[in-house]
């Protein structure tokens, strides 16, 4: 539930930025909710490697205990570039970013 309300203040600020911009079509509110899905499954990607590690222990077919990569830790950067591609895909930067209102978020 905490995730899932982070994501809306996230889908709310970058859709801000594209009204400021004149952008709101229906393909660039396509890539901001893109963007908030990579954002939530990054989230969920973070806590398991906090949680299991970057290896854990694993079971083979045969019954033995063995270590195992965490296969987010290679998927991490992948999402979080994804993500930055679509920020750039918007036009959305640091060098032109909106002011957001606070109570609206």
């Known amino acids: 539930l905490r995730m899932a309300k982070k994501s809306t203040?996230?889908?709310?600020s970058l859709i801000q930025q594209l009204e400021q911009k004149g952008a709101t079509?229906?393909?660039?509110?396509?890539?901001?909710?893109d963007y908030?899905?990579?954002?939530?499954q990054v989230a969920v990607?973070?806590?398991d490697?906090?949680?299991?590690?970057?290896t854990?222990?694993?079971?083979?077919?045969?019954g033995k205990e063995y270590e195992?990569?965490?296969?987010?830790?290679?998927?991490?950067?992948?999402?979080?570039r994804q993500m930055l591609q679509i920020l750039k895909d918007l036009g959305l930067t640091t060098d032109n970013v909106a002011q957001e209102d606070d109570d609206e978020l």
């Open 36 to 40: 908030c899905w990579y954002y939530e």
């Open 9 to 12: 203040k996230v889908r709310k």
């Open 68 to 80: 195992k990569d965490n296969p987010n830790v290679k998927l991490l950067p992948t999402y979080t």
């Open 25 to 33: 079509l229906a393909h660039f509110i396509g890539l901001v909710d």
């Open 56 to 62: 854990y222990t694993s079971i083979s077919s045969v």
């Open 49 to 54: 490697i906090s949680e299991r590690g970057t």
């Open 45 to 47: 990607m973070k806590k």
